[in-house]
């Protein structure tokens, strides 16, 4: 997973066109109309009606790295065309991103009209990428590892890994992650969404042609996360975010980014959702001290900052083409009416009494 980074600095951004499409079959066509020399072409599988359990433990991040090599070519195809292929699995989706040049968009129509078909999983490949998944682990960063702690300190049980390890996966067959593939792939858990030079109507109806088969669905309950702990390291704190489309989870997301605010060399890393998340606070400054921060700052003017700069965030998301097309597939992934600027408003609306509740949280943790 890449974590979303905090931007203290206000990246110019302007919207541009934009067109949201909901098929009868559930799924979402987003796309936005920029002048850029790339477009970034995203296809975003939600796993909203099937969380990471103990039996499919890293499947999903199995299946991303099977399903990326799995069309025969194709990376070569993209990187002769002057393309990239990226792809990345969260707790609540799978991307894949072609970031291609405007005149090659052919080539993402493909591979997600093949990647729609079969995720490509056989025992050989398994046997292959488990080993990868295994590497990938071991090269884990210090955030990283740092998070994986705080999701298990804050959620226990539910706050499974969905990286997994080469053990979890390793024991996977063709069949569960043919399985798997086939309910991620249902109507109302896939969005396709796109930033760039585009022509919007064309694009809209090329990607009504890949999306027109698949199964028509409603998303489903979301399986809720209940705290089960907290976490406090030297150096970060992991903040339990509620949902995202909530009161509190937008309180709670101000006091996360206005600790960020007031720490030397900070970094935070989260992801919106509307399961109980985490942001992951800290500082790189050895000198720098959490606790010290929190008893010694004044809350209001925390809360001033927090606002600001959570405002800020969603801006630094928005500002270049691939990132328009992550933030805005990934929020329609988890709900089709959930947009960035309903995201902004909430925040200017956040509530002092709601981030204090998260701002004792935090003090209570810090060292």
């Known amino acids: 997973m890449i974590p979303f980074l905090i931007a ?14 909901l098929l009868p079959n559930g799924a979402v066509i987003f796309c936005e109309k920029r002048e850029s020399p790339f477009v970034s072409v995203q296809l975003i599988l939600s796993n909203r009606d099937f969380p990471d359990l103990p ?3 890293g499947y999903r991040h199995l299946i991303e790295h099977i399903a990326a090599r799995s069309i025969p070519g194709h990376d070569l195809e993209i990187e002769s065309s002057g393309g990239f292929l990226f792809c990345s699995t969260s707790r609540d989706w799978m991307r894949f991103e072609w970031r291609l040049p405007p005149d090659k968009l052919s080539l993402a129509y493909k591979g997600i009209g ?15 990428e488990s ?22 300190s804050v959620y226990g049980a539910e706050g499974i890994d969905p990286v997994g390890n080469k053990e979890s996966v390793s024991g996977a067959k063709p069949d569960d992650l043919r399985g798997l593939w086939r309910q991620m792939t249902r109507g109302s858990n896939v969005v396709i969404s796109a930033c760039g030079t585009l022509d919007q109507k064309l694009f809209t109806s090329s990607c009504k042609d890949l999306l027109s088969g698949l199964m028509t669905s409603k998303p489903g309950p979301i399986a809720t996360r209940a705290i089960d702990g907290s976490f406090g390291a030297a150096g970060m704190v992991g903040v339990p975010i509620p949902s995202i489309t909530t009161k509190q989870g937008v309180n709670a997301l101000v006091a996360a980014f206005g ?28 000198y720098d001290s959490i606790k010290q921060v929190v008893d010694v700052e004044d809350p209001a003017i925390i809360f001033i900052l927090g606002r600001i700069n959570a405002i800020e965030w969603v801006k630094s998301r928005l500002s270049t083409p691939d990132g328009a097309a992550e933030f805005n597939g990934t929020l329609l992934s988890l709900s089709p009416s959930l947009r960035p600027a309903k995201l902004i408003e909430s925040i200017e609306l956040a509530s002092y009494a709601g981030f204090l509740r998260t701002w004792s949280l935090i003090k209570g943790v810090a060292q």
Do not use: H
Request: with cysteine; net charge positive; charged share 25%.
């Open 55 to 57: 039996s499919n433990y």
């Open 8 to 21: 203290l600095a206000s990246p110019q951004y302007q919207e541009s066109d934009q067109l949201k499409t």
């Open 114 to 128: 093949q990647l729609l078909k079969d995720c490509g999983a056989t025992e050989d490949l398994i046997k292959r």
């Open 131 to 152: 080993i990868l998944v295994g590497r990938e682990v071991d090269l884990a960063s210090t955030p990283e590892i740092a998070s994986k702690q705080a999701w298990k």
């Open 259 to 286: 600790l960020a605010g007031r720490l030397n060399r900070p970094f935070i890393t989260y992801t919106p959702s509307i399961r109980s998340g985490m942001a992951l606070v800290g500082t790189t400054d050895p």
